[in-house]
């Protein structure tokens, strides 16, 4: 480059290298009556900072929660495409974001944004969800938080009726339940119960609070109250896949919570006998 008046020379160098702090040269070459000189000084490169916006999200219990997030550029505000986002759902709402908390990670597409799948069978609440970028050179570390509403059940008329029995927890599990939801009404009419072989364990409904059928009939999610050991207050919520005869093909999904809100018991399968069918 040429020196200016002020004997200033100026060159434009893309600084494409990893963040550290590295020496460069200047050398004026004898030109008489000139003698040569030359020298060095430091050229920083610095790491790039991260901007990583999470998306609050709402969903029904059952349904499955996209969690999304955006890591950017703060400089140029545009986002930064192949990077690995991990998300996190603080499910015991302490504030806490704990190891067994970690749900997965998903890489950003060419604006930057990741989005993780997440099945929302937690007590409905309002949760806390983040999504963490760890530093990857030349950029730096990120992470931020967001709300994930989990809200309860909305009736649609319908019916569900069921009966048969899944394997989980290393036990036989049994259930019967039906359910009607009619426009207009006030809440459900219906029986539920189910029975934990091997443990003596019996849980009988004594209220149903909502029916919710999926638009195809194919899926019907139902929730009500339950005494357990004599303690008011516990909440279950049955989620049902009804794929068709025979019923091996259908699913059973039952989650308990306590009145804390807590998980008590959890127990889900496909059907070895019995049936599930959803009505209009």
């Given amino acids: 480059s040429t020196t200016n008046s002020d004997g200033i020379a100026q060159y434009s160098y893309e600084a494409l290298l990893m963040p550290n702090t590295y020496k460069y040269k200047a050398v004026f070459e004898e030109e008489l009556p000139y003698l040569a000189s030359s020298g060095e000084a430091n050229l920083t490169v610095k790491a790039i900072p991260t901007n990583l916006m999470p998306e609050d999200v709402s969903v029904y219990f059952g349904d499955i929660a996209e969690l999304k997030a955006r890591v950017m550029r703060p400089d140029f505000g545009s986002g930064i495409s192949d990077k690995n986002i991990k998300f996190y759902v603080d499910e015991n709402n302490n504030g806490i974001y704990e190891s067994s908390e970690y749900k997965g990670t998903s890489t950003t597409n060419s604006d930057g944004i990741a989005q993780y799948s997440y099945e929302a069978l937690l007590m409905p609440n309002t949760y806390k969800y983040k999504a963490v970028f760890e530093e990857e050179l030349p950029y730096l570390a990120s992470s931020g938080a967001a709300k994930l509403a989990i809200k309860d059940l909305i009736n649609t008329p319908g019916r569900i009726v069921g009966w048969g029995s899944i394997a989980d ?103 070895f006998t019995g049936n599930i069918q959803i009505y209009p």
Avoid: C, W
């Fill in 169 to 271: 927890n290393k036990t036989i599990q049994s259930f019967n339940f039906n359910v009607l939801y009619q426009t207009g009404g006030l809440r459900p009419i219906g029986t539920f119960v189910h029975l934990e072989y091997g443990t003596n364990r019996r849980y009988f409904s004594n209220s149903i609070n909502h029916l919710m059928v999926s638009p195809d009939k194919k899926r019907a999610i139902f929730d009500g109250n339950i005494i357990i050991n004599s303690i008011p207050g516990y909440k279950f919520y049955v989620i049902a896949n009804d794929n068709g005869n025979p019923g091996v093909f259908d699913k059973y999904h039952i989650r308990i919570f306590k009145p804390d809100g807590s998980l008590y018991y959890k127990a889900q399968g496909n059907l």
